[in-house]
């Protein structure tokens, strides 16, 4: 079955920068859209990001510039790489196979607090 697993979330200061990572198991990764999804507390989903099977990106607009998402097909990996982070980015973060989010994983908590 399809399962996610997310890393590298931490406590980061304003400013600062973190890589999250999503190892994908089940299903065939190099042919699969995959999304960053975050849900930031007390808030519903939100989508951040996706790549398409050739490397194509899309982000939400309020990380476009800081955020750049890839993948590495030969380790069945997504990354987010998250510079110039700001207390709005704190949130868990998901990765997941389709747009609404319902494959994710038990996703990566974010804190961005001096």
């Known amino acids: 079955q399809v399962q996610l697993v997310e890393s590298g979330g931490a406590l980061v200061q304003p400013g600062g920068s973190l890589r999250l990572s999503c190892v994908a198991s089940?299903?065939?990764?190099?042919?699969?859209?995959m999304y960053w999804l975050r849900q930031a507390p007390g808030k519903g989903l939100e989508w951040v990001s996706s790549?398409?099977?050739?490397?194509?990106?899309w982000y939400t607009d309020s990380v476009k510039g800081r955020f750049t998402m890839s993948r590495d097909n030969a380790k069945n990996t997504v990354y987010l790489q998250m510079n110039s982070l700001k207390s709005e980015d704190t949130a868990v973060y998901f990765c997941?196979?389709?747009?609404?989010?319902?494959?994710r994983g038990q996703g990566t908590q974010v804190i961005v607090s001096s």
């Open positions: 997941a196979k389709d747009h609404r989010g319902d494959s």
């Open positions: 089940g299903f065939i990764f190099g042919d699969s859209w």
């Open positions: 790549i398409d099977s050739l490397g194509t990106r």
